[in-house]
């Protein structure tokens, strides 16, 4: 009897232990990204006002490389303002609102690329392309160099990025299905790749769909890793490109965006819900890393701006973060890594460039 109840014990003990071994060696799934990093480095801005003051209107976008500092601010029938990233003298603007040569739709979005700045217009299907170098020797044609005309057939895009050789990489929509797409200059499709996470929610069309599938897209100076964010969530994925395939290095993806699809008469919405937060605002790349501004508030509760900047290297490693000292719009890392561009907003509701040391 004595044998038989220590047995029991015995086995229960056992189990008990297991199951705590078990507990302690299950790896538990972060609820925000922020958990995957270590205790962020506080940074205070080394230049608040680093571009001319009077030089700003309405600030949408930052890029950088080299000595090149673009920032996307409609002013004058232009998109865009270069400034040099050293200094912050005031260089020229460009980008002309138009049809004609040389000119955009307004709003496109474009990257800074071997010394280009290459734009992107998904309405006209229009690729176009500006040298820096001709900017900078205040050429009267505004730098215009080529114009690439693309049509993918059933398929949307939000962001492009050129990798040279002819070859396109878009993030968007394509088939309702896939998320990325590598095509060439003569609209053959090369590759596709990742499911959208809502491609099998019926309550979904192909416009919702790509409405909902929205983000930021970076690429390091090679053109080989890119990295891809949806607004208003937790995903972002690491891609690489090699011999005309698209391959996933990682995808992490720990909270779906939060849409209300909506269609009538023609018109399309996919709308935020009162759970809804913004998730990834803004990326910027160098050959290192893949920096993000970052923001786990809701978007009912605040503006799109975050003091939180995130750093992955190429593989999605969390490397670090950062925390400013004052609420972001925009982000640029310099190509050395050592300088963080930031657009911000002062007490008048004016705009500025600061700029922040890394190292």
């Not at 189990?15 to 507990?23: E, R």
Request: proline letters at 3%; charged letters at 20%.
């Amino acid at each position: 009897m004595n044998m038989k109840i220590s047995s029991y014990l015995l086995t229960v003990v056992v189990g008990v232990l297991l199951a705590l071994l078990c507990g302690c060696t299950a790896e538990k799934k972060p609820e925000s990204v922020s958990e995957l990093f270590p205790v962020p480095i506080s940074l205070s801005c080394s230049a608040e006002s680093f571009v001319p003051e009077d030089s700003l209107a309405v600030v949408e976008g930052l890029a950088c490389s080299g000595r090149n500092l673009v920032v996307y601010d409609l002013q004058s029938g232009e998109s865009y303002v270069l400034f040099d990233a050293l200094s912050g003298e005031y260089i020229t603007r460009f980008g002309r609102i138009g049809q004609g040569p040389g000119e955009i739709s307004s709003g496109s979005y474009g990257c800074l690329s071997d010394g280009r700045f290459v734009v992107f217009d998904d309405a006209t299907k229009n690729v176009t392309a500006y040298d820096m170098d001709t900017l900078r020797n205040g050429a009267r044609h505004g730098g215009f160099v080529w114009r690439q005309r693309y049509d993918i057939g059933d398929g949307q895009l939000s962001r492009l990025a050129f990798l040279g050789n002819g070859l396109f990489f878009g993030a968007g929509l394509l088939d309702s299905h896939y998320q990325y797409i590598l095509f060439d200059s003569d609209n053959h499709i090369h590759d596709t790749a990742v499911e959208v996470y809502n491609s099998e929610d019926t309550s979904f069309d192909r416009y919702t769909r790509f409405l909902s599938n929205q983000g930021d897209l970076v690429m390091n100076c090679s053109g080989k890793r890119l990295a891809c964010a949806l607004n208003f969530s937790s995903n972002i994925d690491f891609l690489a490109v090699d011999e005309g395939k698209i391959r996933l290095v990682k995808s992490l993806r720990l909270k779906n965006p939060l849409y209300l699809p909506e269609s009538s008469g023609g018109i399309y919405s996919a709308s935020v819900t009162p759970e809804s937060f913004w998730g990834y605002i803004s990326l910027c790349s160098t050959d290192k890393y893949v920096y993000a501004l970052y923001s786990d508030k809701k978007v009912m509760e605040s503006g799109r701006c975050s003091s939180t900047v995130l750093v992955y290297d190429w593989d999605g490693n969390p490397v670090r973060s950062f925390q400013l000292d004052v609420p972001a719009f925009h982000i640029a890392a310099d190509e050395t890594d050592s300088r963080l561009f930031v657009s911000l907003m002062d007490e008048e509701h004016n705009w500025k460039i600061s700029v922040y040391d890394l190292k």
